[in-house]
């Protein structure tokens, strides 16, 4: 399958930031809605925000106003700053591309934590 390459994980305080990366090749980039989910101990997985190629977005309740999904075209890159990071907000972040097949990074750890 296409490798999704991820990056930016780590530990922050709380009110911190941090800017996820993740890049793909061109044909996946420009046809398939690009995403990030997430997956905390004890909690389901779920979609933390999602860009469609025409630049179209969506974002969990939980992360509107602080977070913000992107893309960089000329580099076939999505990103997610993540501002006012809170300790719920601790989980393995994923980044997906999602169509008729679905492809999945192999996720980087996000710690927010005093």
């Known amino acids: 399958q296409v490798q999704l390459v991820e990056s930016g994980g780590g530990l922050v305080q709380p009110g911190g930031s941090l800017r996820l990366s993740c890049v793909a090749s061109f044909s996946i980039f420009s046809s398939h809605t690009m995403g990030w989910y997430r997956q905390a101990p004890g909690k389901q997985r779920e979609l933390v925000a999602g860009?469609?190629?025409?630049?179209?977005?969506n974002y969990a309740d939980s992360v509107k106003g602080r977070f913000t999904i992107s893309k960089d075209n000329a580099k076939n890159t999505v990103h997610l700053q993540m501002n006012s990071l809170k300790p719920e907000d601790t989980a393995i972040y994923y980044c997906?591309?999602?169509?008729?097949?679905?492809?999945w990074g192999q996720g980087t750890q996000v710690t927010v934590s005093s």
């Open positions: 997906t591309a999602r169509r008729h097949s679905d492809y």
């Open positions: 860009i469609t190629p025409y630049g179209g977005t």
